[in-house]
């Protein structure tokens, strides 16, 4: 399976404890975005990568999130201190043109 | 400003028709429309760019109304695997990174 894929699937924490995310992109996309998807909802934008560099971010994206992509490949979302409110599911996809590929996802709870 | 998807959940016997729209305050520039089903990630269906054009897969196909900034999914023949949620996703530059901004969402269920 060549699709995109993110881990861990899902991750239970207690509440001002770190996470972090991983996302592995369709190969040779050299797009990929970071959304995050409340139950009932759409999903929200949070953070673009073009390559290596970091694009955008969306005012979602308090100082507590930081990501990442060394070498343009694989990226990295991290939430320190996590609060109950962060408890969603973790979205990435990824382009080469205009259609976004999404991975399964990175369901949160914060205990 | 987040699109407006109507109606927020509709019921179908297999067979019958829907249609869903999206609706846009701010000029559109795309609209991509999108399948997640429960537990699943969302999953691509059709792009429609800025000049009105009609696309179509299958059954399911699609419509962009510069004037209104309005999108329309047409769904015919509904089979049950159509069910799910579906969402549009709007872009108001071809410059924004294709950063998309979601609707709520349309609940579909498709009953035998």
């Known amino acids: 399976d060549t699709g995109v894929s993110q881990n861990p699937r899902h991750k239970i924490t207690k509440r001002g404890q770190n996470v972090t995310f991983r996302c592995d992109p369709i190969?040779?996309?050299?797009?990929l975005y970071w959304y995050r998807q409340t139950l009932g909802q759409g999903p929200e934008f949070l953070t673009y990568f073009q390559n290596e560099a970091q694009l955008e971010k969306s005012r979602l994206l308090s100082d507590r999130f930081s990501a990442e992509r060394p070498k343009g490949s694989f990226s990295t979302l991290e939430i320190q201190r996590t609060e109950q409110g962060d408890s969603a599911m973790y979205l990435c996809?990824?382009?080469?043109?205009?259609?976004?590929?999404f991975g399964p996802g990175t369901r949160l709870t914060v205990l | 400003q987040q699109p407006v998807q109507s109606p927020q959940a509709v019921i179908l016997r297999e067979g019958e028709d829907a249609v869903i729209n999206c609706s846009s305050s701010?000029?559109?520039?795309?609209v991509h429309w999108y399948r997640q089903k429960h537990g699943e990630a969302p999953v691509f269906l059709m792009i429609l760019l800025k000049g009105g054009e009609q696309k179509g897969h299958d059954k399911i196909s699609a419509s962009f109304n510069e004037k209104k900034q309005q999108s329309s999914l047409y769904l015919t023949a509904s089979q049950l695997s159509y069910s799910g949620t579906y969402f549009c996703g709007t872009l108001t530059t071809p410059n924004a990174g294709n950063m998309l901004t979601f609707g709520g969402g349309t609940r579909l269920m498709v009953k035998p």
């Open positions: 996809a990824s382009s080469l043109t205009r259609e976004q590929f």
């Open positions: 701010k000029a559109l520039y795309s």
């Open positions: 190969s040779e996309h050299n797009r």
